[in-house]
T-cell receptor
Framework: DTAVSQTPKYLVTQMGNDKSIKCEQN?????MYWYKQDSKKFLKIMFS???????INETVPNRFSPKSPDKAHLNLHINSLELGDSAVYFC????????????????FGPGTRLTVL | RKEVEQDPGPFNVPEGATVAFNCTYS??????FFWYRQDCRKEPKLLMS???SGNEDGRFTAQLNRASQYISLLIRDSKLSDSATYLC?????????????FGGGTRLMVKP
């Protein structure tokens, strides 16, 4: 039983292409996130959605557009891919967005390794 | 200055050793604290939360010093399976959202 799943696991594409990464969680969580982990291994939040509504949008180029069709899914569409977009993208989910409870853990998907050539 | 700073390591230790990692955070408004573990080419997973009073989970002990904005993780009796990257994470409410900020991680390699 996979709690947070992402597809595809690997994505190799040419500069300038448009691609999407899909994420689904079966935990019944209200909040989902996209993170980017670059070659230096820093994990940075990109977006957060609570119940299909965008609540955090960090400084991310507007070539990146998240879409949440329902609270179990958060997809990431990237237009006009650039070399610097190469990274591992992690989806995550948590029970509630507005809780600082230390038990409100974020669960991560397995990651999508994007390589832009 | 990075918001969450960690020594990247690697820390190379023999099995059975005790090893400690430290982390500092810059935002005094940070409200909860965690250690996550990330294995090579895998996703981060929660190792333990960190409380002001200090807390222990088996061989792992975490401490928080809010005045110094400092978090630590102590691993006793290291096992080969402890080899991983340990991520220090702080959490705050920002712009009405729940925001985790990750350190760059400290790499631990436990050798036989």
């Amino acid at each position: 039983d996979t709690a947070v799943s992402q597809t595809p696991k690997y994505l190799v594409t040419q500069m300038g292409n448009d691609k999407s990464i899909k994420c689904e969680q079966n935990l019944g969580h209200d909040t989902m996130y996209w993170y980017k982990q670059d070659s230096k291994k820093f994990l940075k939040i990109m977006f957060s959605y609570n119940n299909k509504e965008l609540i955090i949008n960090e400084t991310v180029p507007n070539r990146f557009s998240p879409k949440s069709p329902d609270k179990a899914h958060l997809n990431l569409h990237i237009n006009s891919l650039e070399l610097g977009d190469s990274a591992v993208y992690f989806c995550a989910s948590s029970q509630r967005s507005f809780s600082l409870s230390d038990t409100d853990t974020q669960y991560f998907g397995p990651g999508t390794r994007l390589t832009v050539l | 200055r990075k918001e969450v700073e960690q020594d990247p390591g690697p820390f190379n230790v023999p099995e059975g050793a005790t090893v400690a990692f430290n982390c500092t955070y810059s935002n005094s408004a940070s409200q909860s604290f965690f250690w996550y573990r990330q294995d090579c080419r895998k996703e981060p997973k929660l190792l333990m939360s960190v409380y002001s009073s200090g807390n222990e989970d088996g061989r792992f002990t975490a401490q928080l010093n809010r005045a110094s904005q400092y978090i630590s993780l102590l691993i006793r009796d290291s096992k080969l399976s402890d080899s991983a990257t340990y991520l220090c994470v702080v959490n705050m409410i920002e712009n009405a959202g729940n925001m985790l900020t990750f350190g760059g991680g400290t790499r631990l390699m436990v050798k036989p």
